[in-house]
């Protein structure tokens, strides 16, 4: 294991029945980095959580977190954790909420510096059943923070979130990130994990199927798209070589194509009023859909 | 990484903690944080306080004041029987329902999940339900002693200490059970299977009204019955059987549904 690796699995494997949730998986996650785990629904990212996690143990392979096994406390004692499906005490305050987690750790930060770099002090005294959807996910933001870990495992960590606060996670979790902490997220807005990630890790059916950084994922598809202002038409353009499709709307004509170079001499040469022109490699949405395409195929 | 123009109030501070020890102090903390957040959620939930702190002393008063308070002053022996029938139930239900039915909502609803994947001490939120059963019994006990000169009962010092001593340890195997179940019953189910064995606890126990001799044998099953008899032995009153076989099985069945819970939970999660 490298010295710079904060959580690893190694070749592991997790069964449930007949079921093979976790069918040999390596990854590594390393110190200051924010790695993303991203999977369709049923890809074994929860599995592969849990064990990272300790909550479940792999049938073969193994776990470690810090070079420890993950259900040490001494292990659990640097990390954060900011689970989608947890319901917390709602009669309990925020500021009790946070103080209650900043007591496992043993140099936590104070309730008032979480509640501060959160935008959350304005709910300390609200209790947790009272607050929106958006609000309880500050707040669990804030108590994934309260304690400083070196890695924090965050699930789903802005759904509900408005712009504002979203924007104010992914400042944060800059700062933490700058700060030498370890980011572990899972999360189904592909525009947040290009944002944010340094490394990517596409997992489906239980296999890894990709993993690097956004732009290795990227070019791991190789289409390009075309969007223009051109008397060309759709069905013109579409018999060309390389093309693979073409559509027109409000916004112009769009095409996708193997090679876009080739595509944009010939467009150019064919329409000299040819004018809005705009080239866009895929993005890790498109990369995402075509490696899961792939498996599922 | 994408450039974010960084807050002006997120200054350095974020680093993350070094140390791979927690000093004895903080450990400690972390026991009572949790007891303390978990006695004050309790006490803020009206659906727990409501029946859990007045119904006891309110039953007592209607049955042992109100109704028959003049039938009761006058026999001495059957006025400590009511008494001692609704102090023991007021010792039950804390237990049986803080574990039972909170415990499963938490295992079904994530937090237990959460909590064992969050540094928190070994077994401080079972230990921290255990407090929070003994600080409601503690608070039954005393409003029971309060009414029970209203009762024409006039307890010694010493008996009431005993009686508090009593009920406080008494709620063990009443949280043992209440733990078992939350421990394999979902969040619906756990209110039902609790009502189940709670009822039938109370009123099969001979606690609250003497059961026919053909059917003593049943009340031997249940820890509400020894729980009352070892009451009134240690509060010097008259009581049946051994003191020291009804703390046994007292003991016993603490033990055996607390190891049976913590297996399911190490199973299940």
């Known amino acids: 294991m490298s010295t710079h690796c904060v959580a690893e699995l190694q070749e592991a494997r997790k069964c449930f029945g007949k079921l093979t949730a976790l069918d040999g998986l390596s990854i590594q996650v390393q110190a200051g980095e924010l790695f993303a785990l991203l999977g369709p629904n049923g890809a074994g990212k929860t599995t592969a959580i849990s064990l990272f996690l300790g909550l479940a143990r792999p049938d073969s392979g193994c776990a470690r977190l810090f070079g420890k096994p993950p259900e040490s406390i001494e292990a659990r004692r640097h990390i954060g954790v900011m689970m989608q499906e947890a319901a917390l005490a709602p009669e309990l305050r925020v500021r009790e ?7 496992y750790y043993s140099e936590p930060l104070s309730a008032e510096a979480v509640m501060d770099r959160t935008g959350t002090t304005a709910l300390a005294p609200r209790p947790y059943g009272k607050l929106s959807a958006g609000q309880k996910r500050q707040v669990q933001f804030a108590m994934t923070l309260v304690g400083r870990p070196r890695l924090l495992f965050l699930d789903e960590p802005t759904v509900g979130l408005d712009v504002r606060a979203r924007e104010l996670v992914w400042n944060t979790l800059q700062d933490l990130i700058v700060g030498g902490c370890s980011v572990i997220l899972t999360t189904h807005y592909l525009e947040e994990a290009e944002a944010l990630a340094d490394r990517v890790a596409v997992i489906a059916q239980g296999h890894l199927i990709a993993q690097g950084s956004v732009d290795d994922l990227r070019s791991l598809v190789v289409r390009k798209r075309i969007t223009c202002r051109t008397h060309l038409s759709p069905e013109q353009v579409s018999c060309w070589p390389d093309v693979q499709s ?12 193997t090679n876009a170079e080739s595509v944009v001499r010939r467009l150019l040469s064919a329409d000299d009023d040819l004018h809005d022109l705009e080239l866009q490699r895929a993005g890790l949405g498109e990369a995402f859909n075509e490696l899961v395409q792939g498996v599922n195929a | 990484m994408k450039s974010i123009a960084l807050a002006e109030n ?9 140390s791979t020890t927690m000093p004895s102090r903080r450990f400690l903390r972390a026991y009572l944080s949790e007891a303390k957040y978990e006695s004050l959620r309790m006490l803020r939930s009206p659906g727990f306080t409501v029946p859990f702190l007045t119904l006891p002393v309110a039953l007592y008063l209607l049955f042992g004041v109100v109704l028959f308070g003049t039938e009761l002053a006058k026999d001495s022996k059957a006025a400590l029987f009511v008494f001692m029938g609704f102090a023991v139930f007021g010792v039950m239900g804390p237990g049986l329902f803080g574990f039972g039915v909170t415990l499963a909502m938490e295992r079904e609803q994530g937090l237990m999940k959460l909590k064992r994947a969050l540094p928190v001490p070994p077994a401080a939120s079972l230990l921290a339900k255990m407090l929070m059963s003994m600080l409601f019994v503690t608070m039954v006990m005393i409003t029971m002693l309060a009414a029970a000169p209203i009762g024409h009962l006039h307890f010694t010092a010493g ?8 009920g406080v340890a008494g709620c063990l195997p009443f949280c043992a059970l209440g733990l078992f179940i939350g421990s394999a019953a979902s969040a619906k189910g756990a209110p039902a299977f609790v009502n189940l064995l709670y009822l039938p606890m109370i009123y099969l126990s001979g606690i609250l009204f003497p059961l026919p001799a053909s059917m003593h044998w049943i009340v031997l099953a249940s820890p509400a019955y020894h729980l009352a008899q070892a009451t009134r032995a240690a509060m010097w009153t008259a009581s049946e059987g051994a003191p020291a076989v009804h703390v046994a099985v007292l003991a016993a069945a ?4 607390t190891a049976l819970a913590v297996r399911r939970l190490q199973q299940a999660g």
Do not use: K, N, Y
């Not at chain 1, 073409?246 to 194509?257: E, P, V, Y």
């Not at chain 2, 008996?159 to 009593?166: D, N, P, T, V």
């Not at chain 2, 603490?254 to 549904?257: D, S, V």
């Open chain 1, 97 to 103: 909420q946070i103080e209650m987690v900043a007591a």
């Open chain 1, 246 to 257: 073409a559509s027109l709307d409000r916004d112009g004509l769009h095409i996708t194509t």
């Open chain 2, 10 to 18: 997120f200054a350095p501070g974020l680093e993350p903690a070094l």
């Open chain 2, 159 to 166: 008996q009431e200490l005993a009686l508090l001593i009593c």
């Open chain 2, 254 to 257: 603490t033990l055996i549904f």
